[in-house]
């Protein structure tokens, strides 16, 4: 297949590639990009590892073509943390949220994406806003905890 | 995973170009809209189409407003924007809680109402808040626009009453013309993301008049007309609600697969039923829970 050049800015840096149409943008970020954080777990939209900002709005980058984010603007974890963790990663770390933390770069964007709509969820908006990030280590109290204290401070 | 299969990408910039691509692979190209079902399908190689056309450049579909009496849904709107919306809270609740149940808010940032519908699973949660609304989908072809009733649009699992050189560029649903209430309710197997067991619109209309649709409790979602003749006309009362429940046998035909048996499906149907009326009763009343809030 021919390829295609897109351009997109990626945490702030406008960057070019070459993709082909059946490129998923999760594998060029990783692989093309040199983008780390979004992990691929399920492959197929269930798990939420590979979550990252697309025009403002967090997205399954699993689900994503590559060809479709032409001239769009990704945040990923590496993104939102360039200048030092955030209030919310702080409280992450506070309450030890996470174990293995193969789920932890997907939580905290989809939790920015709540904080950022909704600065004072309840808990029951703080589930509903993490139901698509699957968590096989925790039990997500801790996670859920540390997205209340972030909002109090 | 990489996509085996090879295709061409195309965005049109309008509506006319869409549809004279469409024309063009005469049926061996998909539209490619919030990607949330069809990128699964390259992936998993279900689907091995010649080109994308992706939709989501095309102006014509992006609206979500008011005109003629009806609330016109272009095919590019997204579930979160439906939920982000006042219109359809303030005026299609029904809808509005059937969008909160789709998915996670990640999946529904990109999966639009218009693909939910062309996918057609029989689990699909677009669709019983649009059968009960008596909605219509807007089609676009070489040669004419059609508008197909909700009633008639699904034809099979999987499978639509719209032609391969058509597209649909909206979902309207006529504006209620007296006060409404109802509910949407979703049985999954946890709380958060899950597809339905069950789902069920209920629709109360003042002056005793229903309106049920179903899904995920046979091959396609669609209303249960018999239980809506048995209430129609009569006050709600337990009695009522009991010989409603006795008809949900004959209005449904669910499969036992893996997310439930159909016994589990068939009893809880009826449960879901009683606490749906009487939920959408009390809402009509101006009482009863929010919208949103779970009655399972
Ligand atoms: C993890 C996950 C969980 C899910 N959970 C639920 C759930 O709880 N409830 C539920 O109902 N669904 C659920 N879904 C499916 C839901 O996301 C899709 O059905 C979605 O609504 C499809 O819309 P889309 O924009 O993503 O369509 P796409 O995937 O882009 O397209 C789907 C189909 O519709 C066709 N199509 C798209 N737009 C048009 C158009 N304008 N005209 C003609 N054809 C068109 C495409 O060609 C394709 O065949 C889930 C999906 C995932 C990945
Ligand atoms: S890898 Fe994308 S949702 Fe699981
Ligand atoms: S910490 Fe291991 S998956 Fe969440």
């Known amino acids: ?153 | 995973m990489p996509i085996a299969t090879d295709f061409e990408y195309h965005k049109p910039k309008d509506l006319p170009e869409a549809v004279s691509l469409l024309a063009r692979y005469q049926g061996r190209a998909q539209l490619l809209a919030g990607g949330t079902d069809l990128i699964v399908w390259l992936k998993e190689g279900m689907k091995a189409p010649q080109a994308l056309i992706d939709v989501k450049g095309v102006p014509e579909l992006w609206h979500l407003d008011v005109k003629d009496d009806s609330l016109a849904i272009g095919a590019r709107v997204t579930f979160t924007e439906l939920i982000e919306s006042d219109l359809v809270k303030s005026r299609f609740p029904v809808l509005w809680e059937a969008s909160r149940t789709v998915a996670s808010c990640g999946v529904r940032n990109r999966a639009t109402l218009a693909g939910n519908l062309c996918s057609a699973v029989p689990s699909l949660d677009g669709a019983p808040a649009l059968l009960v609304h008596e909605a219509c989908v807007r089609t676009r072809g070489p040669v004419e626009e059609r508008e197909i009733p909700m009633s008639e649009w699904f034809t099979g699992p999987k499978r639509t009453a719209l032609l391969p050189d058509e597209l649909v560029t909206a979902v309207e649903l006529p504006l209620p013309k007296k006060k409404t209430a109802g509910c949407y309710v979703k049985l999954g197997r946890y709380r958060g993301e899950d597809l339905a067991q069950v789902g069920l619109a209920v629709l109360a209309e003042e002056g005793n008049v229903w309106k049920l649709a179903f899904c995920a409790v046979g091959p396609i979602a669609q209303r249960a007309e018999k239980i809506e003749a048995l209430l129609n006309g009569k006050r709600l009362s337990e009695a009522l609600i009991a010989k409603a429940k006795a008809l949900v046998a004959q209005s449904i035909s669910p499969i036992t697969d893996i997310r439930a048996s159909s016994e589990y499906r068939l009893h809880m149907a009826q449960v879901m039923l009683e606490r749906g009326l009487k939920t959408a009763a009390a809402r009509l009343a101006g009482k009863g829970p929010a919208y949103g809030a779970s009655i399972l």
């Open chain 1, 1 to 153: 297949m021919t390829k295609t050049s897109i351009q997109l800015k990626l945490n702030g840096m406008q960057r070019r590639v070459d993709v082909e149409p059946n490129d998923v943008l999760i594998d060029v970020l990783r692989d093309k990009l040199g983008v780390k954080s979004p992990k691929v777990g399920c492959d197929r939209g269930d798990c939420g590892t590979c979550t990252v900002f697309l025009n403002g709005r967090t997205v399954r980058s699993c689900l994503v073509l590559a060809i479709e984010a032409d001239g769009c603007e990704i945040v990923t974890l590496e993104g939102i943390s360039k200048d030092g963790p955030t209030k919310l990663q702080k409280s992450f770390v506070d309450h030890s949220s996470f174990q293995c933390g193969f789920c932890a770069p997907g939580m905290v964007l989809a939790a920015t994406e709540l904080l950022q709509n909704n600065p004072h969820p309840q808990r029951e908006e703080i589930q509903e806003a993490i139901a698509g990030n699957l968590c096989r280590c925790t039990g997500y109290s801790p996670i859920i905890e540390a997205i209340e204290d972030a909002c109090k401070k």
